[in-house]
């Protein structure tokens, strides 16, 4: 059976799931990345199509530009959650994330029926089963997920969305390269010639705040190299998305198998690990690391994560991540925590 074909049968389980349900509250990442968006966008469309109203919400805010730039062109208005009263929705959809993923803060009502249209590992069951779920742990994206469903539901797909999900697939996959499937390549090969080519330029070379040179600055004179791998110690950080840009940008650097990079907010410990190696499982990796204080989800080569301050408030939780998750993250791949040289110092003996 065509991946098409299968969504249609996927859909009828959706409108089944959502029963009488007239509201539905779409939640995404708390800084949604590209995939996110584009595939909140595109279930945003399916479930008007389906005469329910659709509401996106977020936990955070959008960090990066092109993210900014991709919501503007889409005209998707992402409301912060908090602004919004969750008990007047009736079903909840999850779109590249998932409950306790460690990339979203939505406090669903105990009772709530959700759904799951997620490509990264299924975490647990939280707080019950969703009512609905596609998880497709071997697509590079969601966007091509969600494709297929508009595809399946017929809902024409305009210039700024056609736009919105090829460029989540490329990044998704980094150009293809990534984690990319078949489903992937078919998906990006058909909304190639939908695309408006000044709109993606303008995705692409979206302006970078001053903060983003700063940080970059920083992340260089704190980043420590331990063999083949880095360890960041960003200190505090105002955009959550910088760290996993962060950590998109070390992984290129030469020799290196492993990055692991971490900072914090007001409330919590925020991490992004890469790697260049097709084993351990980066995903798997994040979630053993924090799985006793806090949570984590991710796919083979990349994973975020966070450890909130619990009773003990944020300095502990930092104290925690440095002297216990940083260690361990070096004991999983096979480096010693007493071999850390600073890129800067490394540079200088040259
Ligand atoms: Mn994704």
């Given at each position: 059976m065509t991946p098409v074909r299968e969504c249609s049968r996927k859909l009828q389980d959706l409108k089944a799931a959502l029963g009488s349900a007239r509201r539905v509250l779409i939640l995404t990442h708390d800084n949604p990345d590209p995939d996110c968006v584009a595939s909140a966008m595109a279930f945003k469309l399916i479930f008007e199509h389906?005469?329910?109203?659709a509401v996106v919400g977020s936990g955070g805010e959008l960090g990066r530009s092109e993210n900014r730039t991709l919501q503007q062109i889409l005209?998707?208005?992402?409301?912060?959650?908090?602004?919004?009263?969750?008990?007047?929705?009736?079903?909840?959809?999850?779109?590249?994330?998932?409950?306790?993923?460690?990339?979203?803060?939505?406090?669903?009502?105990?009772?709530?029926?959700?759904?799951?249209?997620?490509?990264?590992?299924l975490g647990e069951a939280w707080p019950h089963a969703p009512v609905f779920l596609d998880l497709r742990e071997n697509y590079g994206a969601t966007a091509t997920v969600a494709y297929e469903y508009l595809q399946a539901r017929n809902v024409k797909v305009d210039v700024p969305l056609a736009t919105a999900l090829y460029y989540a697939i490329r990044t998704e996959t980094s150009d293809m390269g990534r984690g990319a499937s078949k489903a992937d390549r078919a998906a990006y090969l058909k909304l190639h010639p939908k695309i408006d080519w000044d709109l993606l330029h303008q995705?692409?070379?979206?302006?970078?705040?001053?903060?983003?040179?700063?940080?970059?600055?920083?992340?260089?004179?704190?980043?420590?190299?331990?063999?083949?791998?880095?360890?960041v110690d960003l200190g505090p950080t105002r955009h959550p998305d910088f760290v996993a840009e962060l950590a998109d940008s070390f992984?290129?650097?030469?020799?290196?198998?492993?990055?692991?990079?971490?900072?914090?907010?007001?409330d919590r410990?925020?991490?992004?690990?890469?790697?260049?190696?097709?084993?351990?499982?980066?995903?798997?990796?994040a979630r053993e690391l924090v799985k006793d204080c806090g949570s984590a989800g991710g796919h083979r080569h990349m994973a975020g994560g966070q450890v909130p301050a619990a009773a003990g408030g944020l300095d502990q939780a930092r104290l925690l991540f440095r002297r216990a998750i940083v260690p361990a993250f070096l004991r999983a791949v096979g480096e010693s925590a007493q071999d850390g040289i600073f890129l800067t110092q490394e540079a200088e003996g040259r």
């Open positions: 389906m005469d329910r109203e005209s998707l208005g992402i409301r912060p959650l908090h602004e919004l009263t969750l008990s007047e929705f009736d079903f909840f959809l999850f779109v590249d994330t998932q409950p306790g993923s460690g990339n979203n803060s939505a406090q669903l009502p105990l009772n709530a029926r959700y759904g799951i249209v997620d490509h990264h590992i995705i692409v070379n979206s302006r970078l705040p001053l903060d983003y040179f700063i940080m970059m600055k920083e992340a260089v004179e704190r980043a420590q190299r331990f063999g083949h791998a880095i360890v992984r290129r650097l030469e020799e290196i198998h492993w990055v692991l990079v971490w900072g914090w907010r007001e410990v925020v991490f992004s690990i890469r790697n260049n190696l097709h084993e351990p499982h980066v995903g798997r990796l």
